[in-house]
């Protein structure tokens, strides 16, 4: 399952959040971020479990990878490693960015994962591991 595809199955099953992975009522999972609905989308509930986020990117080794932010913020805050180069190209990992995309620009989680399918392929593989 590649990145994009489990964000959009988690979405498909929560509503949106942001700010934080997860929103949980009691036991009930009730909402995502777009990084809690790619592990949702992989994993299903068992997401939430705490082992499960740790792991993130053992799941999904492409949000290590660097690339360039869709979006042009001039005064993005330099959270997880984000860096602003030429003024406004924002580049950091693909886990970073999306973030970024979905607590600070407010984009959707699909939007999110049509914007990674557009990756060239070589920046979304997955690393062998080591
Ligand atoms: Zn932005």
Known sequence: MTLADA???GAEQLAACRGQMFVMVGSETISACALGAALWGLL?????????RVALT???PALDATV???CVCP????EYGLRVQDGSKIRGSIG???IHL???DRWSRERIADWLDTLPEEATACPTPS
């Open 102 to 104: 979905n607590d600070i």
């Open 7 to 9: 964000i959009r199955k």
């Open 58 to 60: 053992n799941h999904f």
């Open 96 to 98: 970073a960015v999306i």
């Open 44 to 52: 299903g509930p068992t997401a939430t479990r705490r082992e499960e």
């Open 68 to 70: 360039e932010s869709p």
């Open 75 to 78: 005064s993005v805050r330099y």
